[in-house]
Structure formats: C-alpha cells, structure tokens
C-alpha cells in the first residue's frame, strides 16, 4: 500500500527494515516504469538499448511513526548511434536530493511555520544538513531571484529601521535594515558603513523610497549621512535608548 503520488511508481511488497541510525523504518520496494523518454537518446533521438540496473532508495514521507523508504530498480540506457549513456529519470526525485518531492515539500512547509533545523530534522528523521540545506534553497527561492538577485520588497515601507549588529563574537559587523510597520528584514548585508545603505537603496530604487517617511537609526553610525545623501526627504529619527545611553 502506498500512496499514489509517486508517479510511474508500483509497490509489490512493504516490510520493516533497521536503519543504520538502529531507527526502523518501512521499506517499500516496487517497480519504476520505463517511459519513452527514458528510452529515447536526447542528443540525437535515436532508440536506447538497457544498459544495465542500479538500486535506488529515497527516504518520503512518513506514514505512522516509522520513517519510509522507496526502494526499487533504475535502468541504465545506451545509445548505439552516438555512444550516449543515460540514467533512468525519477519523476517524484527532489532535485538534488535523496529523498522524494513530497518530502522535501514538507520540510520546506516545516520550516515555513517557524520550526527550527533541529525540530524539523526530528520530525522526519532527516539530516540536520540536508534539513540545512532545504532551508537555504527555500530562503533563496522566496528572497532571491534564481538564487542571485534579491527580490524587492512587495510592501511599500514608509518608517525603516536600520543598526548594525556583531557577529559570531567577532569583529565582523552586518546591518540589517526593517520595516518598523511589520517587523520585517528588507535587508542584510555584512559590514556597518554607508555602502550597505546605498547598496539597499539602489535594489529598492529611488521610486520607492520616496514612499519612505522616516529612518530610526544610531547616532554613532554613518547611516544617517548615508540616507541624507541619497534621500534628503527622508526624517532621521535617533533610537530613544541610544539617546539615553550617549547622555549618560
């Protein structure tokens, strides 16, 4: 019994197996089905021969308590026209990863709510660094543009936040720029000086900083000159407890 999610996917039998962790976990073996364009040479289009057979497995998702692994047979194809080799496509594979798209969906669905590497890699009895790494793609897919170019902000802010904060307990710096409004990060970037306000300002463009009204930031940073420089209407507003601090 399996669910019918997995696509050219057929199971003959299920039973429990131990994992190496010693965790036991149910093991469904089944049957891949051989489409035409497994067979089929993308290079020159002639008809592929079979080539031999690998064994697969990919962790999905559970049902129950117990972990769940596929397990089943990919052909290996042959070209005899133009010397190509080819593995059997998995149609339900996440990308890079050994486990199914069903999973990796659900982790990303995991860590959208809030849940730490640590809880989801519990959870599924996935590796915290796979786990890691899902979080990473997911981040890159909401905030990024194929994974280079940051995404604008949907919501125009009219009161930003902006300091720098120390990391690891070192001596790099990084500045994170909010929405005071929401609470949300619009921006991160590492170090504390005005080129990580003109980098911001130049991604959001000058059109929609004119929706802004006014910036909280430190009195000892170069922010406030940063902002000036670039947006003169913008009103810079000193944090309260930074006031207080320099008066004492």
């Not at 199971?11 to 976990?25: F, H, L, P, Q």
């Not at 049902?63 to 026209?81: A, D, L, S, T």
């Not at 619009?186 to 463009?205: N, P, T």
Request: with cysteine; glycine share 6%; charged share 25%.
């Amino acid at each position: 019994m399996l669910p019918s999610s997995l696509v050219g996917f057929s199971n003959d039998y299920t039973k429990i197996v131990t994992m190496t962790t010693g965790t036991a976990a149910l093991l469904v073996h089944g049957n891949l089905k051989v489409t035409e364009a497994d067979r089929t040479c993308s290079y020159c289009g002639s008809k592929m021969h079979a080539h031999g057979i690998t064994d697969a497995s990919l962790r999905h998702v559970s049902v129950g308590f117990e972990p769940m692994i596929i397990q089943f047979e990919k052909v290996r194809h042959y070209c005899p026209n133009c010397s190509q080799t080819r593995m059997q496509e998995v149609p339900f594979q996440a990308r890079g990863h050994r486990i199914t798209e069903q999973l990796y969906n659900y982790i990303r669905d995991l860590l959208s709510r809030g849940l730490t590497l640590k809880m989801v890699s519990e959870i599924t009895a996935i590796g915290k660094n796979t786990v890691k790494q899902i979080d990473l793609e997911r981040l890159r897919d909401r905030y990024t543009i194929v994974g280079e170019r940051l995404i604008k902000p949907e919501r125009q802010a009219r009161i930003l936040g902006i300091d720098e904060f120390l990391l690891h307990k070192g001596h790099k710096y990084a500045t994170v720029i909010i929405d005071m409004e929401t609470g949300h990060i619009l921006w991160l970037a590492y170090g504390r000086k005005k080129a990580c306000v003109y980098a911001f300002i130049e991604h959001v463009g000058l059109e929609w900083m004119a929706g802004v009204e006014a910036v909280a930031c430190d009195m000892n940073s170069d922010f406030q000159q940063a902002f000036q420089d670039r947006c003169p209407h913008i009103k810079v507003v000193f944090d309260f407890f930074h006031l207080k601090k320099k008066r004492h």
